[in-house]
Antibody, heavy 114, light 110 residues
Framework: QVQLVQSGAEVKKPGASVKVSCKAS????????VYWVRQAPGQGLQWMGW????????GYAQKFQGRVTMTRDTSISTAYLEMSRLRSDDTAVYYC???????WGQGTLVTVSS | QSALTQPASVSGSPGQSITISCTGT?????????VSWYQQHPGKAPKLMIY???NRPSGVSNRFSGSKSGNTATLTNSGLQAEDEGDYYC??????????FGGGTKLTVL
């Protein structure tokens, strides 16, 4: 069955960077875009961007351009989200999503606190 | 890109029908047939309920349906059940080759 398994929770200080991984299984990794979505505590969903695992092409929401990088390693069917210059309002659960929105990772809580 | 507009809350009794609207612009909802709806229960990842405006993934109850008119998409639940309570989000593809979510709607089953 299709699974997206994300890396564990992170605690970071303001100004630091974080890298979250998303390992895909059960489908052809290069066949579907991977999206990243975040949800701050008690808030709604926020779309961050996408990566085409086949080509490596990316597209980012304007809010995150310059601060977010999405990459992938096709040899291990894994997508990555890296965010730099973290602020306290980046505290959120970060999800990877694929197979046209049908499959979500379990979420990774990133806490930014001094 | 501004978030799509959804009502903050809707409610209904078991068996009743409810609708949730999702209003955007001609640059997103109105311009493309790429509207999706997600259901989220507390502490859980969202679940895809409708894609491409009106298509249901395998396993989603046929009580859920989607439609679109102009810049507004609508999710309909034709017979509320207790397990339908939760938060619902719409999303749309945009002219910037990105996606945008609505602010979310809390559905309460009375």
């Amino acid at each position: 069955q299709v699974q997206l398994v994300q890396s564990g929770a992170e605690v970071k200080k303001p100004g630091a960077s974080v890298k979250v991984s998303c390992k895909a299984s059960g489908y052809t990794f290069t066949g579907y875009y991977v999206y990243w979505v975040r949800q701050a505590p008690g808030q709604g969903l926020q779309w961050m961007g996408w990566i085409n695992p086949g080509s490596g092409g990316t597209g980012y929401a304007q809010k995150f351009q310059g601060r977010v990088t999405m990459t992938r390693d096709t040899s291990i069917s894994t997508a990555y989200l890296e965010m730099s210059r973290l602020r306290s309002d980046d505290t959120a659960v970060y999800y990877c999503v694929s197979v046209a929105g049908q499959n979500w990772g379990q979420g990774t809580l990133v806490t930014v606190s001094s | 890109q501004s978030a799509l507009t959804q009502p903050a809350s809707v409610s209904g009794s078991p068996g009743q029908s409810i609708t949730i609207s999702c209003t955007g612009t001609s640059s997103d909802v109105g311009g493309y047939n790429y509207v999706s709806w997600y259901q989220q229960h507390p502490g859980k990842a969202p679940k895809l309920m409708i894609y491409d405006v009106s298509n249901r993934p395998s396993g989603v109850s046929n009580r859920f349906s989607g439609s679109k008119s102009g810049n507004t998409a609508t999710l309909t639940n034709s017979g509320l059940q207790a397990e339908d309570e939760g938060d619902y989000y719409c999303s749309s593809y945009t002219s910037s080759s990105t996606m945008v979510f609505g602010g979310g709607t809390k559905l309460t089953v009375l």
